[in-house]
């Protein structure tokens, strides 16, 4: 395990030094008082495991293979950019376009999510991307998803507070989304609808959610004990209608 | 169901006295535009089908076949010609866009043939680019602002650079909208005539890996088959803000040309459509745009330039300063004539602005605040031979890219359809049947022959003017001179006019 004192390190001289770290062979490395600093784990390729104490910058886990990113602190914008495999845990909150484009891997974040949240998250045969976010998330959740599995808790919302803003789901056409609470109808993209879950569903999101209560000690069947609703694609070529071939 | 207002676009004119029947013409069209009727024993035609791509005109051994537009004519009327009633009626029909293929076709003023090139005569001779070296290597990327040697070395390392032969290279077209073998034969002359083809959004196929060192991998807005190896096989990469066929809107790859190589190589399931959006969402400002691109330069160890491409559109000086200072090591701008496999017809025929003034303008503004040298300009958008690269240079740019040309150099006729699916010579298509008639080593050697035939026309032309390399044309605005454009348009070129 390598510890390193982040404070008042430039995001590309701390970002070299997690390389140089992982490449001598570390399995961990802890990086202690982040502070904005971006780009944590871009690129990177591993089974490693970074422990980040503090709020790291943009883009964390951008472009990652593989490796495990432990977030004591919450999160900013562009968690998981285009993330191919791996995990992030997120003890905190997480920014807007958190997994862009995003096709492998997990996110769990314990808090809320803000805007345009999985935006074009896809999937590619044996990568199914799972995204958990605990509270609540903000307008364009899933906008353009492609692919994957996201999940929304609804933990700690405010009495009358959404569990998703608006345009939830515009232009989805691949995935699904379990949605732990109400989800007004004009909150919905055209694209979209809700269907009730099946036993299937019920039995896959078990599994997620204990996983989910795992990293954060929380109780699975108080989780499971509320209602959730899915929400799928009217179908994956939404604008397969919309040209005039001559 | 109504009636339908379709009448053809083409005859297809058969020589009776020629034909043999031996339906190679039914065996060659995709479009079914020929069939044989058994019974009677002979081929015929159906004109409705016909798209007018010559493949049935060149392979005919007889030479019994041409095809001429349709003799059906309207009223004349200079306001509602025949294209608008006929788009109306398709519209009305259907209810959809309208799509077409490749790049601009409307009369629009071509100001490349409003430019002239200068020449020596007595003094400071011209040069004999047979007789005497002649220079046309080109680097790509963020120059520095001062060069330091120490111990008679370079102090700082270079920032990283492409190394080109020529200032030619091919523009993005990405595997689904042109063919496996037309991406292979792009890779292949690339790499025989050191310059570089691009990917396009479409990925990186398994077999292109080997020919990475030629790659320029692009990043746009859908992410496809963008992933750490992806990342690291090309020589650049390339983040697409916009194109010039289709400025402000993305991309669809319908469905059915997702079949499993395309699947595979985008990364996401066959027969799903492969949806662009139009803005990359994570970008809103320049700021955002800065993260995107150093982002990548994280992921690279800032080991590759990158470059961003975007469509020249009104602002485009001002949006191009900021993209410099947003880090970029390459601006690609690609003119409102830039071609493309897919686009909406309305959107291609009257959105963006021409590639000259987009190119003039953007390095004047550059140079004027000084950070001219911090980016690489390239510029694209209907570059069709030689003289245009030659008078593109003159204007500020540090190389092109070529589209359109590098496909009509593999057997592109230019009948607009590649929308279709249904290209007969074998490039805008992922059928195999038709794919196999372009054999990657011909088409290599053919756009090869293309840049081969451009770099000697190129150094005719610098020799002309007594320039021995293409270093000291560029930028250099004083070979140019205008001819036919008013003196708001020399302005803007930055250019005089001819005899001045």
């Not at chain 1, 004591?72 to 376009?97: C, L, P, R, S």
């Not at chain 2, 091919?170 to 691009?198: D, R």
Request: hydrophobic fraction near 40%; glycine fraction near 12%; proline fraction near 4%.
């Amino acid at each position: 395990m390598v510890t390193i004192d982040s404070r008042g390190i430039y995001y590309r001289d701390l970002n070299r030094m997690i390389k140089q770290a992982i490449n001598d062979g570390a399995g961990e490395v802890v990086l202690k008082n982040v502070n904005g600093q971006r780009y944590i784990g871009d690129g990177l390729r591993g089974s490693q495991r970074i422990v980040i104490e503090g709020t790291p910058g943009n883009d964390l886990a951008a472009y990652m293979d593989g490796l495990e990113i432990l977030v004591k602190g919450n999160a900013q914008d562009g968690v998981a950019n285009t993330m191919n495999d791996g995990t992030v845990v997120i003890y905190g909150d997480a920014g807007d376009t958190m997994g862009y484009a995003m096709r492998g891997g997990q996110v769990y974040v314990r808090g809320h999510a803000g805007c345009r949240v999985a935006i074009h998250m896809k999937e590619y045969q044996d990568k199914v991307p799972l995204m958990v976010i605990g509270g609540r998330a903000g307008d364009f959740l899933g906008e353009y998803m492609a692919g994957g599995i996201l999940v929304v808790l609804g933990l700690g919302l405010q009495p009358g507070e959404d569990i998703v803003g608006d345009f939830c789901g515009t232009g989805m056409h691949g995935g699904v989304m379990y949605i732990r609470g109400q989800v007004a109808d004009y909150q919905l993209g055209r694209e979209v609808k809700l269907v009730s879950l099946d036993e299937g569903d019920y039995q896959r999101l078990h599994a997620i959610v204990q996983r989910f209560a795992g990293y954060f000690r929380l109780n699975t069947s108080r989780i499971m004990a509320e209602p959730f609703h899915k929400l799928i694609p009217y179908n994956k070529r939404p604008y397969g209608d919309l040209y005039a071939k001559a | 169901m109504s009636l339908s207002m379709a009448t053809p676009a083409f005859l297809i004119e058969r020589n009776l006295d020629r034909c043999i029947h031996c339906q190679v013409c039914v065996r060659q069209c995709a479009n079914e535009a020929h069939g044989y009727d058994h019974e009677e024993q002979r081929v015929y035609s159906d004109d409705m089908r016909c798209v007018n791509c010559h493949r049935c005109v060149v392979l005919c051994p007889t030479r019994a076949l041409s095809v001429r537009q349709f003799p059906l004519e309207f009223r004349a009327n200079a306001n509602w010609t025949a294209e608008v009633i006929h788009n109306i009626y398709l519209q009305a029909a259907t209810g959809g866009i309208l799509l077409t293929g490749m790049g601009n076709d409307r009369p629009y003023p071509i100001y490349w043939d409003h430019m002239l090139i200068n020449a020596s005569q007595v003094t400071n001779p011209s040069i004999d680019p047979l007789r005497e070296p002649m220079e046309l290597k080109t680097f790509l990327g963020r120059k520095p602002e001062k060069i330091v040697i120490e111990n008679g070395r370079l102090k700082e390392a270079l920032p990283p650079q492409l190394e080109l032969e020529l200032p030619v290279m091919f523009s993005a077209m990405s595997f689904g909208s042109i063919s496996l073998n037309a991406m292979k034969s792009l890779a292949l002359a690339a790499e025989a005539e050191g310059t570089y083809y691009n990917t396009g959004e479409g990925g990186l196929h398994k077999d292109l890996y080997p020919l990475g060192h030629r790659t320029i991998v692009q990043v746009a807005s859908g992410r496809f088959g963008v992933h750490p190896d992806y990342l690291a096989a090309g020589a650049a990469i390339e983040i697409k803000i916009g194109q010039g066929a289709k400025p402000g809107i993305g991309g669809h790859l319908p469905g059915e040309k997702v079949g499993r190589e395309v699947s595979e190589t985008r990364m996401i399931p066959e027969g799903t459509d492969a949806l662009s959006p139009a803005p990359h969402h994570d970008i809103y400002s320049i700021e955002d745009l800065r993260q995107l691109i150093y982002s990548l330069k994280e992921a690279t160890n800032y080991s590759k330039p990158v470059s961003v491409k975007i469509a020249a559109v009104h602002n485009v000086a001002a949006i191009a300063s900021g993209i410099a200072r947003a880090g970029a090591d390459i601006i690609a701008i690609d003119g409102y004539r830039g071609g493309t496999g897919a686009t909406p017809l309305r959107t291609r025929d009257h959105v963006g602005i021409p590639i000259e003034f987009a190119l003039a303008a953007v390095d004047s503004r550059l140079r004027d605040e000084g950070i001219r040298n911090q980016v690489s300009l390239v510029v694209a958008g209907s570059i069709r031979h030689s003289a245009d690269i030659v008078k593109a240079v003159a204007l500020g740019a540090d190389a092109v890219y070529i589209g359109s040309a590098a496909l009509i150099a593999l057997g592109c006729h230019m009948c607009q359809k590649c929308y279709t699916g249904k290209c007969n010579w074998g490039i805008a298509t992922q059928d195999p049947n038709l794919t196999k008639r372009l054999n990657p080593e011909i088409g290599a050697k053919r756009a090869a022959n293309l840049l081969k035939a451009w770099k000697h026309e190129i150094k005719e032309m610098l020799g002309g003017m007594g320039i021995n390399a293409l270093e000291s044309l560029r930028g250099n605005r004083l070979m140019l001179r205008g001819i036919g454009l008013t003196d708001r348009e020399l302005n803007i070129l930055g250019i005089k006019a001819a005899g001045e």
